[in-house]
Every structure is written in structure tokens, then in C-alpha cells.
């Protein structure tokens, strides 16, 4: 299990950034065994510094990283598979070499490297481009070797800052494929994603961070739960004043009238909705995870 | 295999494999191959062809051994005459007692037949002149050509390379830094590890050049035959050299990393290493200075201050003996710079390679922990 506890940082002021700026406030959130956790939150809430801080390429003002109870060491990070925001490579390498470059540096022998790298290049659809330098590829096709750079040790955790961004939905239905199989192999994948359709349909867990801190954490069922939920009527030219006395707003599209309420007695609703008209629609809302997210950062 | 080696090698097969290294290494060799056998092409003719009409040879070769003399008889003064019109022989000897020439004769070849011959008149008539005596009372000077001259060309070869290997250093450090690949990296291997993988790999490189040089130069001086007039001492000269050049290169390369990590655009490169490279300048003209006065006070003293001793001492040694405990005393004192300065290098890089975007200033870096 990974864990974040209580991490916190201050940008100084700079040149460029004349004020100094809090970017992490006290963020916490844990990440177990085989969790896709989905990390969210508006620009320049902290995700990329948190992430940055996990890999060990910034250092937090204080907190901890500590990964099943002890503190993250560099060997611990080498297992690690990682995506940072800014994407990198060497653009005049080819692309196999490149990926073969970066297991090696994580430590893989070279009969072994070469086999996995040929996997994730027949897995991310890049068989053909293999011999290409990377400067050659699209930057779509780019990213998908960021990811196989990212895949290619078969880590131990995943890291991954934005991997959907710039991807073809094609892509992204092979991105999400590979990470579900090595999460499905107990393998943890934390990434940051302004997509929150795919983050609600992929993820066990989402973390919803704002101003540097966790503000909403759990699993998007659990969230929606923790919402009062919305009921919904719709009824069809009822009798005038049919609703007064209910809890929540009417509002009247032509001859079609909807109720929205939160609390109250369902069951009466109910009742003095059949009464008043043809009832066309009758349920509780679920909150989407980007409701659950403009209500959480607001 | 560590992180410092994988970093090392991903280094030189990438430049290895650029046509630009393969171009340059060719060029490099074809230029020193051309420089040991210009003295050959341009210095005067060592070789002369003779001929005789009705007269005895002379014991030319006696008197200046390094000269090859050939010889030819002709029947007649025409024939001979045309022979020399016709460039084929530098001069003849008529009867004994007239020298055919085409213009004025080689100054060398006319003393030498002059003297000869009296020598040769005079034996027949009974007298004989013991040679003179030539003695050297001030220091051997045999060599003083020689050894100025490979001053100079070491010299010249050791900026160049230095120069050339460092501003690599400081390119590939900026491309890592600006294209942000540093943080993946640097998720996988320590900083340490991956500066000094880099100066390792890009060191190797400049090695791999030197050597080069040094095999065609020699190579060629003894195949032109330049090589008999070196000095003695020439492979522990060599073996200095090599030295030499990987503690300068060290030296200046941990600072090129350290001053190329604090931009991010290879734009700002030239500016930034502005410092690094007027001092690598100013040690090759002091080491060029030193070249003409090697055994100054200047020189003397110069050549055991780091880094100026990187290129001073193998020029003082190229130039005059140098007693051992001197090279050795200015090397000791190059490594503990050496240390220093890559202590030094790889800190300001450790701290400044994560943070692009603008140019650092050097003295932020250092106070910010
Ligand atoms: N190197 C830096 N120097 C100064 N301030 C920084 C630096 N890096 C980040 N910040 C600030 O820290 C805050 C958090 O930034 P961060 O990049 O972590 O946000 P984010 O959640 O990843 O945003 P986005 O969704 O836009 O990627 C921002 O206000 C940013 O301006
Ligand atoms: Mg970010």
C-alpha cells in the first residue's frame, strides 16, 4: 500500500513568479494493492507536485511517502513506473532503443528488455514505427512510447500524469486496456486525468484534490452515496399548485413540469404526483463524478 | 551493468553513430597525417642525383651521411649538359675540375662539393685534415626545433578536443534538462550517476580522438621519416598527454555540466558557458605563451596552478625535460582540483537540472538548499 501523509510545499517566489505559492496544503490519500485510483482536480491543484514529489524528482517541505509502512527509497522509486506531465524523450533515438534504454536503467538484463519491449510494441500498436527515431512520430504516437517507457519493467506501481491527454479515442481504449490487465495483476495505477467520464468508468478510487488538498476521497460509488441524492419528477399537465407544500423546485417546460428535491418524504411525492397528473418520470439522480467534482472543489 | 555505465555507453554509440563523428575522426587523422609529412614535402631536397663525364665519384656520403647520393656516367659533356637541361640530374662533374649546372647550384650541394673535393685533392697530395671537433657547451639543442614544434601541435590538439568534448557535455545536459527527459531519468538513477555517466561516455569519445591523433601522428612522422629527428622520451610524453587530457577535460567538463544545467534552451547554451570558455582560452594562450619561453618563470610557475597546468606542463614537457617529481606534483595537485570542482559540478547540477524555465542565476542555486 502507498501512502501519502500530510505532504505540503511552498514555491518560493521567483523571477517569473514574483509571489511565493502554497502548492500542496496537508494532502493525504492511500493507494492499495491492485487500485486504479483516479486523481482529479482543477489546474493547478497539485496533482503534478504530488506526483512529482511520489517519484522523488521534487522534494516536499514536510510529509511522507511511505510504501507498504516504510519510507520510499530510491531502489523502491526504480520499480516504479512513471509518466510525468511534461513529457520527455530522446527525439533523435529510435524508438525501440529508447525503450530498451530505459529498462535497462531500470535495471533489466538485456535478453529480457528486448522481449518486453517487443510486447508493449505489438500492445501499444507501434510494431511498425520500432526503427523510427521518435521525432518521426506523431505526437499521439509519442506518447504511447512516454508509455511504454513507463511499462517496460514491469513496475510495481504506476504513476502517470495525464496519460489520456492527446490520445485518439482508439488510443485510449488501448491505454486503458494495458492498465486494467496490470492492475488486474495487483499492480497499483495512480493517474491524474481531466476526463471524468473515463476516470468514473475505469477507476475503483478517485481522489478529488483542490488547492492542495484532498477534498473528496473514495470510491466513486461511495462519493455519489455520501451526495444527497436528487429526486426527479417529471409530471405531465398536472392541476395547478399541485406542488405546493412539497420540498424542492418546480420548473415548467411547456405543459411538462419537474420537481427537484433532496429529502423529504419520496412516498408522499409520490402520491401527489399521480394525483395531480401523468407521471412520466420517477427516480433519484446519481450525481456524475464531474457533479461530484464542481461540488467538491467549489 | 549500473547506471553510470549504461548512461556512459548510450552516450557514445550515439555519437559514435552519427556521421559527424565518423567525418570528423577521418578529417582529424587526414590533417595529422598531412602535418607529420608537411616538413617531408616542403623542407629542402635531401636527396641529390649526380653525374660524372671522365671523373672519379666523390666520397660525398662520408661527409653528410643523412643525404642520398646517386650517380650517373655520361659519355660526353653534350649528353651530360642535356641531362642536366633536361632536369635529370642536379648537377655534373666534369673532368675532375668543372661542375655543370642548370642556374645557380644548391647552396647545401656546392659547399659540400667544394669542401669534398679539396679534401679529396689534398689527401691525394699527402696532406690530411683531422675533421674539427664540434662541442655543445650550453644545453642540448639537438632537439630544440623538434620539441617546439610538438608543443605547439599538443598544444593546439589538447584546446581543441577540450574545447570540443566540454561544449558536448553542456549540450547534452541542456537537451536532457529542456526536454524534460531528466525526470524520468532522474526517477531511475541518482544524479551522480547520470553526470557522470555523460562526462564518462563524452570523455571516452574525446579519448578515442586523441589516441587517434597521437597513432596517425606518429604513425606518419615514422613513415616519413620526421621521426628521427624527435626527441628522446616521446612515450612517456604520450602517456602524459593522455593524462592530461582527462584531468582537463574533467575539470572543465563537471563546470560545463554545472553552468549548462542552469538553462533549459540550447539557445542559451553559448551564453552561459561564456565564463567557462574564456578560462579555457585563457589556459591555451598561456599554454601557447609557454610554448615560446617554456622554461620562463611564467611557465614554470603556471604549469602547477590548475587547470592552466592541464595544458602548460605537457607543453613544458614537450619542450625541455622536466624532472619527474615537478609532473607529478602538478598532477597531484590538477586531481585534488579535479574532485573539487566535480563536488562542486555535480551539486549545482543535482539542484538545478528540475527546474526549468528561466535561466538561474548561479548564486540562487547555490544558497537555495
Ligand atoms: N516549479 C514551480 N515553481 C513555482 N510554482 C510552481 C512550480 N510547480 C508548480 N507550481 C505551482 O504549484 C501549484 C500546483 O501545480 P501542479 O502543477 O501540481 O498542478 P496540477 O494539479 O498538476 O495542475 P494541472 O491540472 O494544470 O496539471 C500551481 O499553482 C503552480 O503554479
Ligand atoms: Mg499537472
Redesign the interface.
Known amino acids: 500500500m502507498l501512502e501519502i501523509n500530510e505532504l505540503r510545499k511552498r514555491f518560493?517566489g521567483?523571477?517569473?513568479a514574483p509571489a511565493a505559492k502554497i502548492a500542496l496544503d496537508g494532502i493525504s490519500f492511500a493507494v492499495r494493492p491492485g487500485e486504479m485510483f483516479g486523481f482529479v482536480g482543477a489546474n493547478g491543484a497539485g496533482k503534478t507536485t504530488t506526483m512529482?514529489i511520489v517519484?522523488?524528482?521534487?522534494q516536499a517541505d514536510s510529509g511522507s511517502v511511505t510504501l507498504r509502512g516504510a519510507p520510499l527509497s530510491?531502489d523502491d522509486?526504480?520499480r516504479?513506473g512513471?509518466m510525468?506531465e511534461?513529457?520527455?524523450?530522446?527525439?533523435?533515438?529510435r524508438v525501440a532503443e529508447q525503450i530498451e534504454?530505459?529498462g535497462?536503467?531500470?535495471g533489466m538484463s538485456a535478453t529480457a528488455v528486448t522481449k518486453a519491449t517487443d510486447d508493449l510494441l505489438e500492445q501499444l500498436g507501434l510494431t511498425e514505427r520500432k526503427n523510427d527515431a521518435v521525432q518521426a512520430l506523431s505526437l499521439g504516437n509519442q506518447q504511447r512510447v512516454q508509455l511504454a517507457?513507463?511499462l517496460v519493467h514491469d513496475p510495481e506501481l504506476l504513476i502517470l500524469d495525464e496519460p489520456f491527454s492527446g490520445l485518439d479515442p482508439i488510443a485510449v481504449d488501448a491505454l486503458a486496456t494495458v492498465l486494467q490487465e496490470r492492475c488486474r495483476g495487483g499492480v497499483p495505477v495512480i493517474f491524474s486525468s481531466h476526463q471524468l467520464e473515463l476516470v468514473e468508468r475505469l477507476c475503483d478510487s478517485v481522489g478529488i484534490v483542490s488547492a492542495g488538498r484532498m477534498v473528496a476521497e473514495g470510491a466513486v460509488a461511495d462519493l455519489r452515496a455520501a451526495e444527497r441524492n436528487e429526486l426527479r419528477v417529471v409530471v405531465r399537465n398536472p392541476a395547478p399548485g399541485w406542488a405546493d407544500g412539497l420540498p424542492g423546485t418546480v420548473t415548467v417546460d411547456g405543459d411538462r413540469h419537474t420537481l427537484r428535491a433532496t429529502g423529504g418524504d419520496d412516498q408522499e411525492i409520490l402520491r401527489r404526483a399521480v394525483k395531480a397528473g401523468r407521471v412520466e418520470h420517477f427516480g433519484a439522480e446519481q450525481p456524475s463524478l464531474t457533479e461530484i467534482f464542481k461540488e467538491a472543489v467549489a | 551493468?549500473n547506471?553510470l555505465m549504461?548512461?556512459a555507453r548510450?552516450e557514445i554509440t550515439?555519437q559514435v553513430r552519427t556521421k559527424g563523428f565518423v567525418i570528423g575522426l577521418l578529417i582529424t587523422a587526414l590533417l595529422v597525417a598531412a602535418v607529420s609529412f608537411a616538413p617531408k614535402v616542403l623542407g629542402g631536397d635531401d636527396s641529390y642525383t649526380l653525374g660524372t663525364v671522365n671523373s672519379q665519384q666523390l666520397p660525398l656520403q662520408a661527409a653528410a651521411p643523412d643525404t642520398t647520393f646517386e650517380w650517373r656516367a655520361f659519355p660526353d659533356e653534350g649528353a651530360a649538359t642535356q641531362a642536366v637541361l633536361d632536369g635529370d640530374v642536379d648537377a655534373v662533374l666534369v673532368n675532375g675540375s668543372k661542375v655543370l649546372t642548370d642556374g645557380k647550384i644548391d647552396d647545401e650541394l656546392g659547399v659540400l662539393l667544394q669542401s669534398v673535393n679539396r679534401e679529396v685533392k689534398l689527401g691525394a697530395a699527402g696532406v690530411s685534415i683531422p675533421p674539427l671537433q664540434m662541442q655543445s657547451v650550453g644545453a642540448d639543442t639537438r632537439y630544440e626545433s623538434a620539441r617546439a614544434g610538438i608543443a605547439v601541435v599538443l598544444v593546439l590538439v589538447l584546446f581543441m578536443l577540450i574545447m570540443g568534448q566540454v561544449m558536448m557535455v553542456a549540450m547534452g545536459v541542456v537537451?536532457?534538462k529542456g526536454?524534460?527527459?531528466?525526470?524520468?531519468?532522474?526517477?531511475?538513477?541518482?544524479p551522480w550517476q547520470l553526470l557522470g555517466g555523460k562526462i564518462l561516455g563524452l570523455g571516452t569519445l574525446g579519448l578515442i580522438n586523441l589516441v587517434t591523433i597521437l597513432v596517425v601522428g606518429l604513425g606518419s612522422a615514422m613513415a616519413s621519416g620526421i621521426a628521427t629527428d624527435f626527441p628522446p622520451g616521446i612515450p612517456g610524453l604520450v602517456a602524459a598527454v593522455l593524462v592530461w587530457f582527462v584531468l582537463g577535460y574533467a575539470f572543465f567538463a563537471a563546470l560545463a555540466a554545472a553552468f549548462g544545467s542552469l538553462v533549459s534552451r540550447q539557445e542559451e547554451v553559448g551564453s552561459v558557458l561564456t565564463p567557462l570558455t574564456m578560462l579555457v582560452m585563457i589556459t591555451y594562450f598561456v599554454a601557447f605563451y609557454a610554448t615560446n619561453d617554456a622554461t620562463g618563470t611564467l611557465a614554470t610557475v603556471v604549469s602547477y596552478i590548475p587547470p592552466f597546468s592541464s595544458m602548460v606542463m605537457p607543453v613544458r614537457m614537450a619542450a625541455t625535460e622536466v624532472p619527474l617529481w615537478q609532473v607529478g606534483a602538478s598532477m597531484a595537485a590538477m586531481v585534488l582540483a579535479v574532485l573539487a570542482v566535480l563536488a562542486f559540478g555535480a551539486k549545482i547540477y543535482e539542484r538545478a537540472v528540475?527546474r526549468?524555465?528561466?535561466r538561474l542565476k548561479l548564486g540562487?542555486v547555490l544558497r537555495?538548499k
Open positions: 518560493a521567483g523571477p517569473g512529482r517519484m522523488g524528482v521534487l530510491p522509486r526504480r516504479f512513471y510525468p511534461e513529457r520527455g524523450l530522446y527525439q533523435k533515438m534504454y530505459f535497462r536503467l531500470h517507457v513507463a | 551493468m547506471g549504461l548512461v548510450r550515439t537537451e536532457e526536454s524534460r527527459i531528466v525526470e524520468i531519468l532522474l526517477s531511475t538513477v541518482r528540475l526549468t524555465g528561466a540562487d537555495t
